[in-house]
């Protein structure tokens, strides 16, 4: 039973750049959310995607878009990057948009240069 | 906005003392507080939670109290080990319009031997 898995582990953009994330969910779950972890800080919350559908949105700008796929995998989308947006992006996953644990993956670290 | 507060950001015992961390939680809506471990360069793994319906709940050196009328939730960690060392953090998660999981800012745990 695979956990949840994150692809590419590491990346290195420049200023302007774009970028995609990829999450794919423990298996049997059907909800996705993502996270940004700064050095030292703890996860803020992203968004939620449930049935294909972003249903919860923390406070970040319109540059973070995403979207869920109906095998419940999930893509992370941030536009014209800033130094700023270097992080851990961590993903989530968990049964009925919420109703029980969530499962983090292994993240990936997005260096902005 | 919601908020979790989370104190001491940095925690120092010694091998088989006690260590208590403590959160503060702003959204009086929050029904599920989790308590997540992550060791370095890895991904938060969930130790314990308590939802709103109970007080306290306990596993083995691991214990979580809730007092819902002040918005307090602490984690206890008795018997400490070297292998107990890490950063902690705090959550809580509201389901009103959705589900958003708010992290505290963490709490470095350094257990010496």
């Known amino acids: 039973d695979a956990g949840v898995t994150q692809s590419p582990t590491h990346l290195i953009k420049t200023r302007g750049q774009q970028v995609t994330l990829r999450c794919s969910p423990k298996s049997g779950h059907d909800t996705v959310s993502w996270y940004q972890q700064a050095l030292g800080q703890g996860p803020q919350f992203i968004f939620q995607y449930y049935e294909e559908e972003e249903r919860q949105r923390g406070n970040f700008p319109d540059r973070f878009s995403g979207h869920q796929f109906p095998n419940y995998s999930s893509e992370l989308n941030v536009n014209a990057l800033l130094l700023g947006d270097s992080a851990l992006y961590l993903c989530?996953?968990?049964f009925g948009q919420g109703l029980w644990d969530q499962y983090f993956g292994p993240g990936t670290r997005l260096l902005v240069l | 906005g919601e908020n979790v507060e989370q104190h001491p950001s940095t925690l120092s015992v010694q091998e088989g003392d006690s260590a208590v961390i403590k959160c503060t939680y702003s959204?009086?809506?929050?029904?599920?507080f989790p308590w997540y471990k992550q060791e370095l360069g890895k991904r938060p793994q969930l130790i314990i939670d308590i939802r709103s319906n109970v007080g306290e709940k306990k596993d083995q050196r691991i214990a979580v109290t809730l007092n819902k009328t002040a918005k307090h939730f602490s984690l206890h960690i008795t018997e400490t080990q070297p292998e107990d060392s890490a950063v902690y953090f705090c959550a809580a998660r509201s389901n009103t319009g959705g589900f958003k999981t708010i992290f505290g800012a963490g709490t470095r745990l350094f257990v010496k031997a």
């Open positions: 959204d009086s809506a929050s029904n599920y």
């Open positions: 989530a996953s968990s």
